[in-house]
């Protein structure tokens, strides 16, 4: 089976917009999920309600891949899967280590996911000694020193970097020098990397904190003239949880595991 690092997806020379790769993965959840339950055709209303999306945005999303589905029939949910498997190079093997082997770390490599998606989570590397063979989620930790050995012997071009975020940036210069391309950080900081490297930032902070102030908003849109907000005790916990997501260690995957985990 090929790996990533012998072969790259053809969107970008393909010319399909940016925005439009970042929804393929939501068009290829939904029909997933109808290809579980066996349906064989979905219009594209159907799918645009279930991605999130409006059928306009969607059948100019599609035009890219050359799919126009048929008039009064809609799209095959099965081709569909595999042509959009197929531009996001789902339909091949890629290996990726997980640095930073935490209460985040840990979660990641649980999460049942991947594997379906076309990723393979082919090491796990953490900074501390105490946990180097400690197993999670079925493969044993390995320490930071082996980092560099492991991207190599494995194709590793895809690095996910779950550490505190003073250690980030140290671990992003490794992930790159060894010859990782595509980064997925979900440490609190922000990287920085040469030409040609990807980097996908998750900070669920910011996503809290975001969450907050539409809290706020709506908080306000509620009060009465004069009145005290009747839901700034609701905003104030999600923005004190936001606060306490961005503090948090993220030693000890025998931790608690955050409740968000990827879609």
């Known amino acids: ?22 929804r393929l993965p939501l068009y290829l959840r939904a029909l997933t999920a109808l290809s579980e339950r066996s349906v064989p055709t979905v219009s594209s209303e159907e799918l645009a309600a279930a991605a999130g ?37 789902l339909t ?21 996911g991947f594997a379906s998606r076309g990723f393979r989570v082919a090491a796990l590397i953490d900074a501390d ?7 999670v989620a079925g493969i044993a930790v390995q320490h930071t020193d082996e980092l560099e050995h492991i991207i190599e012997s494995n194709g590793v071009s895809i690095g996910v970097i779950a550490t ?9 210069d490794r992930l790159v020098a060894a010859g990782v391309t595509s980064i997925l950080n979900f440490a609190p900081t922000v990287l920085t990397v040469p030409d040609g490297v990807d980097v996908r930032k998750v900070d669920l902070s910011i996503e809290l904190q975001i969450l907050a102030f539409h809290e706020q908003r709506k908080a306000g849109e509620e009060t009465p003239e004069g009145g005290a907000p009747a839901t700034s005790g609701r905003a104030a916990a999600v923005a ?24």
Request: glycine residues 12%; hydrophobic residues 40%.
């Open 1 to 22: 089976m090929a790996t990533g690092r012998t072969h790259r997806p053809a969107t970008r020379s393909r010319g399909i917009p940016e925005a439009t790769v970042a």
């Open 53 to 89: 999306v409006n059928s306009a945005k969607l059948r100019k999303d599609f035009s890219y891949l050359g799919s126009y589905g048929t008039r009064g029939v809609g799209y095959d949910v099965e081709y569909l899967v595999y042509q959009i498997s197929r531009e996001l190079g």
């Open 92 to 112: 091949q093997d890629w290996p990726v280590v997980i640095v930073g082997i935490g209460n985040l770390g840990a979660a990641l490599a649980n999460y049942g």
């Open 129 to 135: 000694p105490a946990m180097a063979g400690k197993p």
């Open 164 to 172: 505190p975020a003073g250690a980030a940036q140290q671990v992003c």
């Open 240 to 263: 004190a949880a936001a606060e306490a997501a961005a503090a948090a260690d993220r030693k000890g995957p025998d931790g608690d595991v955050p409740a968000v985990m990827p879609a």
